[in-house]
């Protein structure tokens, strides 16, 4: 692949659906760049959910009903395991514990996780770069009012319950941007940087914790734009409206484009919520963000790009 | 369970088709001492080939057709797998890899293999001991004429085709019987030990390469007896034939007693080899020792118990 024109930053479902857009368009000039918080060590498996929805989103591979793992998916280990007596909470398919092998293997073996996606990535036929964050592990924590939890015990054990009264990002104090990150932000060639709708705290802010990124994103020749991931304040899916809520903060778009300040050139607002247009000090384009069809993510990647293409530069941190 | 009346020791397949036939007979009475050389570390995994042959043969669950693994086994594991670039020359089922996963978590936990096999073992349903002749690891290693493999290099990757000169036991010099396999050997309720008709080089000699096992078997109050794997002199299954002629020696059921020198008490050969029988310095019992149907499982096991419980004691180590 040439340099990369546009830069995605994405979580798991929610931004792989506009990455997926985006690639549809320019499936040969796009960076995706993945948050690794969510990633943990289950069974003895380095397990990357956001990282494995990009890919098999962008593959043509992900499971459409359940909105993670793969399509035409067996569970058959998963029935096994379960016979043995071992942890089912956080189901594995079949066919995507190979994926969790074949990367802890090579992992073990001393490769970087940015080496073992990019030939994954590869070897699944997607001509986008698919990148983690961060080559050193980044482990999100959540604290809440009953004591801290990891990631997914949050997410997927305790299915977003507890009251988040705030989140650490462990490692990401100590981590880099992986190398091809740091050279697609960088490029001279980027056209758009995208925050995907993905979830503010638990999906961006830890590529935002890693040292570099808030720099690199206010040093690129290319705008950033943020879609929102908030539509009648309400999340598409997930429980970013009631992390918001949990936080005192208001489940408006405007708070969103705040918790963002000082990043943006650009915020792509849902008609429904163009009311608030007149809060946002940033640009801001309006339009349906909500994505049922593929065409519809084609249609919000075009318009998000089109927006992107007539931004003035007017984020503060540019230097 | 309460102390095994019959310890059996077993390689894989041909092995665990007569401890099939004792447990049938002697469901809560039986122990099964079962070769660990052959395991080893793939895809992150420890494996444990033919300590699996016998959970799933003495659960009913083993894999008819292909001789290992489960039966109704899926394989979109290694389909994923193979798309990934990963390696495929060992099959793994999905489900026979909740085993090898959940098993190499509980090592790494600090468990030890009896322990692990043990809970499998009683999750299954199995009410025999299923015992791994060590918690250390003992690798085989195979030496041929164009240098030294690994024992499923050269089982499974070649196809035992290399021409094997010597074979060698890493790890067996340091290791300890399995307690549970001490036990059962040193109580004063064995009524017999019965080496299954398994490959003596590739899976009896493992066991006996374990410092205390050839005492143990030397000091039990119970006859050991040994069931002939030639038959007509070839193997069942297995390169048990090829391996004797590569190393020079004559493919009789005399030479497999002779391989035994000084541990048995009886012999149990196969009736189209009763010329043979007069070769042999111990006890013999012939009969039709191959094995196709449950019933002939059942009946040989059944033989074998009874020509134990006649047995006088004369093997030459007895002290």
Redo the contacts between chains.
């Keep these: 692949m040439s340099a990369p024109r546009v830069i995605a930053l994405s979580g798991g479902i929610g931004g792989a659906k506009l990455a997926l857009g985006l690639y549809r368009l320019l499936p040969e000039a796009l960076a995706v760049i993945v948050n690794t918080g969510d990633d943990f060590e289950h ?3 380095t397990i990357c959910p956001d990282v494995d929805t990009a890919l098999y989103t962008l593959a043509g591979l992900a499971n459409p009903e359940l909105g993670w793992g ?1 399509r035409d ?2 569970w ?6 379960a ?4 942890e089912t909470w956080f189901r594995l ?7 969790h ?2 990367r ?2 090579r992992l ?1 073996a001393g490769e970087t996780l940015s080496k073992v996606i990019t ?2 990535a590869r ?2 036929g997607i001509t986008a770069a698919v990148l983690p964050m961060s080559d050193a592990p980044v482990r999100t924590r959540i604290l809440t009012a009953t004591g801290e939890l990891a990631f997914q015990d949050y997410f997927v054990r305790r299915r977003c319950e507890p009251q988040i009264t705030a989140l650490r990002f462990d490692g990401a104090a100590r981590a880099l941007p992986a190398p091809a990150a740091i050279a697609a932000l960088t490029s001279p060639a980027a056209e758009a940087i995208v925050i995907c709708p993905s979830n503010p705290y638990l999906s961006i802010d830890p590529i935002l914790a890693v040292p570099g990124f808030r720099r690199l994103l206010a040093d690129s020749v290319a705008p950033v734009i943020a879609v929102t991931p908030l539509i009648g304040g309400e999340a598409v899916k997930g429980p970013t409206a009631k992390i918001m809520a949990e936080l005192g903060v208001p489940t408006t778009p405007a708070a969103i484009a705040q918790h963002y300040e000082g990043l943006l050139d650009g915020f792509v607002l849902d008609e429904r919520d163009a009311s608030c247009a007149r809060e946002l000090t940033v640009a801001v384009h309006v339009t349906d963000t909500l994505m049922r069809s593929l065409a519809d993510r084609e249609r919000l990647a075009r318009e998000v790009l089109a927006f992107a293409a007539k931004l003035p530069r007017t984020r503060m941190e540019r230097g």
Excluded: H, K, N, W
């Excluded at 398919?93 to 994926?99: I, M, N, T, V």
């Design positions: 069974l003895g498996l793969r998916e067996s058959t280990f998963m029935r096994a395991l016979e043995l007596g071992g398919g079949d066919a995507d514990l190979a994926l092998i074949e802890t293997r073990q030939d994954v070897r699944l």
